[in-house]
């Protein structure tokens, strides 16, 4: 997401462009250019340096003069959730994705400013166990060893995580399944610079 200044910049840059163009592009948005946004406020706010919630919110183009005259349009239907699934499962991934943009658009967990509880269905669990990350990783990978070599296998699953803690904790605990010894290679940001003899 862009901060709104960027917007705004744009737009008087394409009005002063299209001034000579049409009559009455000077007070059109974007100099009557047709401009195509997308990204959901939901998931990307943009990034002001030390700023409090309140200034990322204020930074958003839905806080600019911009924002009144956009047209917003919304995806009604979750494309992820659907590929290679089964018809079978048509019923049980719709209730999923319900569920998942319920989740985003706040409407679960009663009235909350920000931060609510919510039940989670009992099929999405890892219940009874002693350690539910590898059983988590048995779930979304089973067979993993008979087809780490197989790229499909893994472009078809994903485990996402908040924290980048539990992703390094994943990776440390996946890498332990895969045979073979473990290598590390690393990088470097500049070049040490060596005195020729």
């Not at 919110?57 to 009144?68: D, G, K, P, R």
């Not at 009874?128 to 008979?146: A, F, G, K, Q, R």
């Amino acid at each position: 997401m862009i901060l709104k200044h960027a917007f705004e910049a744009l737009d008087r840059t394409l009005k002063d462009v299209m001034k000579g163009d049409l009559e009455n592009t000077s007070e059109s948005l974007f100099g009557g250019k047709v401009v195509v946004l997308g990204g959901d406020f939901r998931q990307i706010l943009p990034v002001v340096q030390n700023g409090t919630r309140n200034e990322c919110v204020n930074a958003t183009i839905s806080s600019s003069y911009i924002w009144s005259k956009c047209k917003v349009l919304k995806l009604t239907k979750n494309m992820r959730l659907t590929v290679g699934s089964q018809m079978t499962n048509t019923l049980k991934i719709k209730k999923f994705a319900d569920w998942l943009l319920d989740i985003g658009e706040g409407n679960l967990g009663g009235p909350n400013d920000g931060e609510a509880t919510i039940s989670i269905p009992d099929d999405l669990l890892i219940k009874h166990s002693l350690d539910p990350m590898s059983d988590l990783i048995d779930i979304v990978y089973p067979s993993m060893l008979e087809r780490f070599n197989d790229l499909t296998y893994f472009q078809e699953r994903a485990l996402l995580a908040p924290l980048n803690e539990v992703v390094q904790e994943i990776n440390d605990r996946m890498l332990l399944y895969f045979p073979g010894q473990e290598m590390e290679y690393l990088s470097s940001d500049s070049i040490d610079e060596v005195e020729s003899v």
